[in-house]
Structure formats: structure tokens, C-alpha cells
């Protein structure tokens, strides 16, 4: 069988609301209208951990992150204690990715775009960067090169793929100059399309995946205005006609009466490159012989980062390779980003290694809809949560390591960290403003009839069956990581040293947020 092509595109922080295949309106995509309509849209996908680098984690090894190698991970969380899953699932080389799975088998495997899967700025032997460098000033424009070429060394040893240019380290408006502080998706798409010419001249499949900046801050129609020549490589003009132009963005917005804002740029600029990219395939005659996989790292506030399903139940859209019709338009089953890997393997027909975590859904590629339904438990990790969905039921559990348990009940910390064992960080506080339940120890909810998860059906008696057989469950999965899990020791949310440290950490509130709407 003729290998096929994989093109992985991957947009950040997108919602539901985003996207016409899953109802919304009000925005401008044509061609990922298209994808889904040729294609398969996902209704029950999740990502094991809803973060951008654990989630990225997730998709590109196949692996929970409760399995990383990191030195720095298991120095902070020693294989004794319960671990907390963040921004710290880091790919340094230490776990066969995709990319290394693809190129033994003979693939052309290129990285473009947001990496988010290394260390803080300030712990990298890179030159260093300063909020108002000026990014047209030579010498400023030579430390950004050397920081570029450091980052594209750091992906490719972290990851296995051959050919990796314009990364983005981390989020863009993280970034430490401030006149680079905005999206630039033409420098992303102009490196991917050169990709796409090198491999079809060398007659090699390939394996792409564009990280995406869009749906992340700063704001899209804001970054519409900014100077597209000024890029995390410094000053270049080569990938300025790649696709449409920004004020063509403008103009087909308020063609179609919409209003130039965060979610329409956002949504047609995400169309945008992914339209150049099909475009690009079509002219090499490789449209057909490719999977193009629309994928989102996670959801949005007020469930990032946790274990609820507004941020960990996520868009996926994947049109298989050829002009065939697909069997289901819009499966059902559930799927999780850690299965992008075997299924990708198995649709190629390429072996698929034992210790991968997820598990294939090829089978729904090419069955007709009487397939039988994939026996599913879902397993979630976010910071010092672990949950699990097993069909409408969703089960939730917060415990506290003995560190931590230990400086509360000797008040040597008088306020509790939050789930992601921090004290001032956006998205717990959020989630926990939001969700009823954020604190209880054990989390029951019937997601068929409560999904917005505010009736904790846990303490409820009626449910105390349901309860066991869903923490038995969790148990099961937790017994595959080194790291332990006490899943039965909760008298420690009962002590009054937590329900102080507790009320102090609520009390923080979200008014430090900026970005976060304050009721009114």
C-alpha cells in the first residue's frame, strides 16, 4: 500500500462556539466547513490533560503525561507523592513521538509553529531578549536568530522531526519582546508550504504538523494592525503573499456582515492557512493521498486546565485521504487526543507500540455506522485532579499531596494552592468561581442530564453504587503510573486547617485576572 500523507493542523484554545461544523454562527471559514463536510466530525473527543503543554504531550507521544521522564518533572513531584499535571509536561527527548515513529518508516517530518513543550525563557542558554528591543535594530535582530535557531534545535531534539522552522516558543504574548507580541500566521504557513514543495520533489511522504497560535491571546483583530514583517526571526518579507492578505481578512468579513473582532479574524485566519496549505496539495497532485487532521489542544475558560468538560472535551475534525465517502459523518464514539498517534500508525498500517496509552480509532475510517461502539473509560489528569468518563457518567476526584497536607495542618501555609498547585493563576480561579463542586474530594455527575457539572451527585446516597464502581474504575487507571493516587484517604478535607486555607484561596477571587469579565 502507497504510504499516505498526514497533515496535522493544530489550532489553540478553540471552542465549540468557533466552529460552524459544531453549530456556531457568526463566523467566516469556508474551508474548514468544507473539511467537515468531506469529513469526520468528532462529537465525544477529549484531551487527557486540558493544557497547551500537556495536551500537546498527549497528542504527540500517544502517552499520559503521568508517564513523563523529565529530570525537572520527577525532581518536583518524586515518585512517593501524587504528581500535579501543568505547563509542565516537557518533550526533551526522552519520548518517541510521532515524528520519530514516522521517519522510521521513510516520512519527510516537518514542525511549524507554537512548541510550548520546553522550559521558561529564563532557564534557556539563549541570548537575551528585552521588552523593548526593536526588532529592526541589526543587532536585536541577531539575537532573535540565534534564540530561533536555539528553539528549532530544542524542538527538533525533543521531538524527532527533521525539518523545523518558525517556532513559536510559547504563547505569543508571552513572548519577552514586546513589539513581537502578535500572531504572524503567514511566517507559520510559509514555512510549512516550502515544506510541502522539498517533499513532493524529493517523492517523500511526509508528516506535518502546524502548531497554530489562533484562538490564544493577544487579540486577533488587534494583531491584523501589527507589522506582519516583523517575525520571531526578525525582520522578513518572504512570507507575505502566502495567503490572503490581512486586509483582505477585513474586507470578506464585512462582505459576509460581520464584525471585524477577536473571533471572526481568528476563525478566517485559522481558514486562512489551512486553505493555503489544501491549496498547496492540490497543485502537487498530493490532495488525495493525504489525512488532514483539524485538531484543537483544549477548550476554553471557565474548564481549562481542569478536568470538566468545558475545557477537556474538545473539536476534532479528520478527513481521510481520498475522494471515498467516509462511513460516519459525525461519530459518536469517544476518543481521546492520545489516540491520534495509534490511529495514525494503524491507518498506515504501521506497526503500533505496546506501551502507547491510547487506543486506535481507525476502525471508524472504514466501517459502516453498525461498527460496534469503542469499550471506553476515559482517563483525565489536571494538576492534582484525576477524573474519568465512561458513557454519561463523569467522575472527578482532588487529592492533596502529603507535602502540602503537612504545611496546612502545621500552619506553615495558611492558603490553600489551587488544583494546579499554584496561588495566582487564572484559570483555577475561574474554574473554581464557576464550578460548585471545585473542592469536594469526590465529584459524581450524569452528564446526560447535568452538563455543566454544578449537581455533584457524590454525597447523594441514591448514587453511592455509582460512586464505587466509578472510583474503582479510576483506581484501575491510576494503578499504570509509578506515582500514587490516594484515591481512598479524604479526612484531610475534612480538618479545619483546610477549610480556612480553603476559604482564604476562594477569597482571592478573580478581580486580578484582566483579561476575565468581572460581574457586573
Given at each position: 500500500m502507497k504510504p499516505k500523507n498526514i497533515l496535522c493542523f493544530i489550532a489553540d484554545d478553540t471552542d465549540f462556539i468557533n466552529l460552524p461544523a459544531y453549530g456556531a454562527q457568526g463566523v467566516l471559514c469556508p474551508t474548514l466547513d468544507t473539511l467537515a463536510k468531506e469529513?469526520?466530525?468528532?462529537?465525544?473527543?477529549?484531551?487527557?490533560?486540558a493544557a497547551c503543554t500537556p495536551s500537546r504531550f498527549n497528542y504527540l507521544t500517544g502517552r499520559y503525561c503521568g508517564h513523563s521522564k523529565d529530570p525537572e518533572f520527577l525532581a518536583q513531584y518524586p515518585k512517593d507523592d501524587l504528581y500535579s499535571i501543568e505547563w509542565n509536561a516537557w518533550l526533551n527527548?526522552?519520548?518517541?513521538?510521532?515524528a520519530h515513529f514516522f521517519r522510521e518508516q521513510g516520512y519527510a517530518t516537518g514542525y511549524f509553529g507554537k512548541w510550548h513543550n520546553g522550559y521558561e525563557f529564563e532557564a534557556l542558554d539563549i541570548p537575551p531578549l528585552f521588552e523593548n528591543d526593536d526588532p529592526r535594530d541589526p543587532e536585536v535582530q541577531g539575537r532573535l536568530q540565534t534564540c530561533q535557531q536555539a528553539f528549532q534545535a530544542m524542538v527538533k531534539e525533543g521531538t524527532g522531526f527533521d525539518i523545523v522552522d518558525s517556532i513559536v516558543w510559547a504563547n505569543a504574548d508571552e513572548f519577552p519582546v514586546k513589539a513581537l507580541r502578535h500572531h504572524n500566521p503567514e511566517w507559520i504557513t510559509h514555512k510549512a508550504l516550502n515544506f510541502l514543495d522539498v517533499s513532493a520533489h524529493q517523492q517523500q511522504p511526509f508528516f506535518l504538523w502546524l502548531a497554530s497560535t489562533i484562538f490564544h491571546g493577544p487579540e486577533h483583530h488587534k494583531c491584523l494592525e501589527a507589522d506582519p514583517t516583523l517575525t520571531f526571526n526578525g525582520i522578513e518579507t518572504s512570507h507575505l503573499n502566502c495567503q490572503p492578505s490581512r486586509e483582505s481578512v477585513k474586507r470578506r468579513l464585512r462582505e459576509a456582515g460581520l464584525p471585524i473582532n477577536h473571533q471572526t479574524v481568528g476563525m478566517l485566519w485559522l481558514d486562512d492557512m489551512l486553505a493555503a496549505l489544501i491549496e498547496k496539495l492540490m497543485q502537487l497532485s498530493l490532495y488525495d493521498d493525504t489525512l488532514i487532521c483539524f485538531l484543537v489542544d483544549h477548550n476554553t475558560e471557565p474548564g481549562k486546565a481542569s478536568c470538566y468538560q468545558k475545557g477537556s472535551r474538545?473539536?476534532?475534525?479528520?478527513?481521510?485521504?481520498?475522494?471515498?465517502?467516509?462511513p460516519q459523518s459525525r461519530p459518536k464514539e469517544p476518543v481521546q487526543n492520545i489516540d491520534l498517534l495509534p490511529t495514525l500508525l494503524d491507518y498506515n498500517q504501521f506497526p503500533v507500540p505496546e506501551e502507547i496509552d491510547g487506543q486506535s480509532f481507525y476502525a471508524l475510517f472504514c466501517q459502516p455506522e453498525n461498527v460496534a461502539p469503542l469499550d471506553r473509560t476515559l482517563f483525565l489528569e489536571n494538576g492534582f485532579t484525576r477524573g474519568i468518563v465512561r458513557g454519561r457518567w463523569k467522575y472527578i476526584a482532588l487529592r492533596f499531596p502529603k507535602n502540602i497536607q503537612e504545611k496546612i495542618l502545621h500552619g506553615n501555609l495558611e492558603e490553600l494552592p489551587n488544583h494546579l498547585n499554584r496561588f495566582r493563576q487564572g484559570q483555577p480561579h475561574i474554574t473554581m468561581t464557576e464550578y460548585l463542586g471545585y473542592f469536594d474530594p469526590d465529584q459524581l455527575y450524569d452528564l446526560a442530564?447535568?452538563?455543566?457539572?454544578?449537581?455533584?451527585?457524590?454525597?447523594?446516597?441514591?448514587?453511592?453504587?455509582?460512586?464505587k464502581e466509578m472510583k474503582d474504575l479510576l483506581k484501575e487507571q491510576c494503578e499504570q503510573f509509578e506515582h500514587p493516587f490516594p484515591i481512598d484517604e479524604t479526612d484531610f478535607f475534612e480538618r479545619k486547617e483546610y477549610l480556612k486555607a480553603k476559604s482564604k484561596l476562594m477569597?482571592?477571587?478573580?478581580?486580578?485576572?484582566?483579561?476575565w469579565p468581572q460581574p457586573s
Open positions: 469529513g469526520m466530525v468528532f462529537e465525544q473527543a477529549y484531551c487527557a490533560s527527548g526522552d519520548q518517541k513521538t510521532l474538545i473539536p476534532m475534525i479528520i478527513k481521510p485521504s481520498g475522494n471515498s465517502p467516509v442530564n447535568d452538563p455543566e457539572e454544578q449537581n455533584n451527585l457524590a454525597t447523594d446516597p441514591a448514587f453511592s453504587d455509582k460512586l477569597a482571592v477571587g478573580t478581580d486580578f485576572i484582566e483579561w
